[in-house]
C-alpha cells in the first residue's frame, strides 16, 4: 500500500502554480511556446509522480523532510535541510496534504526555474540577434532537470534560484531584486551557493567593459560586504572554521565518506581527476544500475558532447564583443552608480 497516496486541494494547487509559470516562459506568448511549455510542465508534473512511487521502496531525503523523523521540526529555525523541514511542517500544521501533495507543491519550483532557463535563451539568443537553435531547447528536455526538482527537498528551490539569479543578470539594473530574492532563496538553503553567486557577478560587472572606474569601486565594495555577511552566515550553516585549513580538510574528509558510503571504495580513494569525472560524468552505461541509470548514462553523453563543443570552440571564450554591448555592461545602474561615487567623493 501506498503511503500519502491522496491528492487535496495543495496537490491540485502545486499543479496549478506550475502553469501560471507560462507567464515568464517566453516572451514569445504564441501556440507554439505554449505548446512546448505544457509538454514541459506535464512531464514535471509526471516526473514528480514517478519519483513518488520510486521513494515507496528506497529511501530518500523526501521521507526526512515529510516525516520529520529526527524531530528538526522541534529544534527550531535553521538553515539548509532544516530549513526545508521547517518550512514542510509549517505547511503541514496548516494545510495538512498528503506525501504526494508535497512532491507536486515542490515541483512546481522545479517548473518555474525551467521557465526561467527558457526565458533565459531567448533572451541570450535576442542579444546575439540570432535565432535559439533547436538544439538549445533540446537541452530543456535533459532528465537530470525533471527528476532532481520534481521532489521534496533542496533541490527543487535551489535550481529556482539559481535560474532567477542567472536570468537576473542579463539586465541587473532593472532586476536587481530579483537577483536579491535568488540569493536570499541561496542562503536559506546553501549559503555557499550565494557567496559564489555575488562574487561571480561582481567580477562579471567589474571585468566588463565600458563600466565606469568610480563604479567598479563600489561594486568592489559592496561585493567584499555582501561576502563579509555570507561568509559569516556560511560557517554557521557548514558549522566550519573557514579560516582554518584543518577545519576546512576535515569537513571535506567528512562530506566525502558521507558522499560514498556504500560506493565502489576505488572512488573514494581516487584522485580528484577521476572523482571530478565521475561527478560530472558518471554513470555511463558501462557502470549503471538499473533503469534510472540508464537514463542518466543517455544523459551524460549529452553532457560529454556538450563539453567535446565547448573545448572545440575555446577560441570563442575570449571573444566578448558582443558582451560589451549588452545591458549588462552598459546600463543606468551602472551609470547612477558612478555618479553617486563621484558625489560621495
Not at 46 to 57: C, G, K, W
Not at 115 to 139: K, W
Not at 145 to 153: C, K, L, N, R, V
Request: glycine share 8%; net charge positive; with cysteine.
Amino acid at each position: 500500500m501506498q503511503v500519502g497516496a491522496a491528492v487535496t486541494f495543495l496537490g491540485i494547487f502545486g499543479i496549478l502554480l506550475s502553469l501560471v509559470a507560462f507567464a515568464w516562459f517566453s516572451p514569445r506568448k504564441d501556440n507554439s511556446r505554449l505548446a512546448l511549455f505544457l509538454i514541459i510542465a506535464i512531464l514535471h508534473v509526471v516526473s514528480a509522480y514517478i519519483y513518488y512511487r520510486f521513494v515507496q521502496t528506497s529511501d530518500a531525503d523526501t521521507k526526512l523532510y515529510y516525516y520529520d523523523v529526527y524531530g528538526f521540526f522541534e529544534r527550531g529555525f535553521g538553515l539548509g535541510t532544516m530549513f526545508i523541514v521547517h518550512v514542510t511542517q509549517s505547511m503541514r500544521n496548516v494545510f495538512g496534504g498528503s506525501y504526494l501533495d508535497y512532491f507536486f507543491v515542490y515541483q512546481a519550483l522545479g517548473v518555474w526555474g525551467l521557465a526561467l532557463v527558457m526565458r533565459t535563451m531567448e533572451e541570450t539568443a535576442q542579444a546575439l540577434n540570432t535565432a535559439l537553435p533547436p538544439l538549445m531547447m533540446g537541452l530543456m528536455f535533459l532528465p537530470g532537470m525533471y527528476f532532481w526538482t520534481a521532489a521534496i527537498g533542496k533541490d527543487a528551490p535551489l535550481f529556482l534560484a539559481c535560474a532567477l539569479a542567472v536570468w537576473s543578470c542579463f539586465h541587473i539594473s532593472s532586476r536587481w531584486y530579483w537577483f536579491g530574492l535568488a540569493i536570499g532563496i541561496m542562503v536559506l538553503i546553501r549559503a555557499h551557493v550565494a557567496l559564489l553567486s555575488v562574487v561571480a557577478l561582481a567580477l562579471a560587472l567589474v571585468a566588463g567593459r565600458g563600466v565606469p572606474t568610480i563604479a567598479r569601486l563600489v561594486l568592489i565594495v559592496a561585493a567584499a560586504a555582501s561576502g563579509f555577511i555570507l561568509f559569516g552566515t556560511l560557517q554557521s550553516e557548514l558549522q566550519v572554521d573557514l579560516s582554518s585549513v584543518d577545519s576546512i580538510a576535515s569537513y571535506v574528509e567528512q562530506q566525502t565518506t558521507a558522499a560514498t558510503r556504500g560506493v565502489d571504495n576505488t572512488l573514494a580513494t581516487s584522485s580528484f581527476p577521476v572523482k571530478l569525472i565521475s561527478l560530472l560524468y558518471r554513470p555511463f552505461f558501462i557502470d549503471m544500475n538499473g533503469v534510472f541509470g540508464l537514463i542518466a548514462s543517455f544523459q551524460n553523453v549529452a553532457m560529454v558532447a556538450f563539453t567535446v563543443l565547448l573545448l572545440r570552440n575555446f577560441r570563442l571564450w575570449g571573444n566578448f564583443s558582443w558582451f560589451a554591448r549588452h545591458p549588462v555592461c552598459n546600463h543606468p545602474f551602472l551609470a547612477t552608480l558612478s555618479h553617486a561615487g563621484l558625489h560621495v567623493l
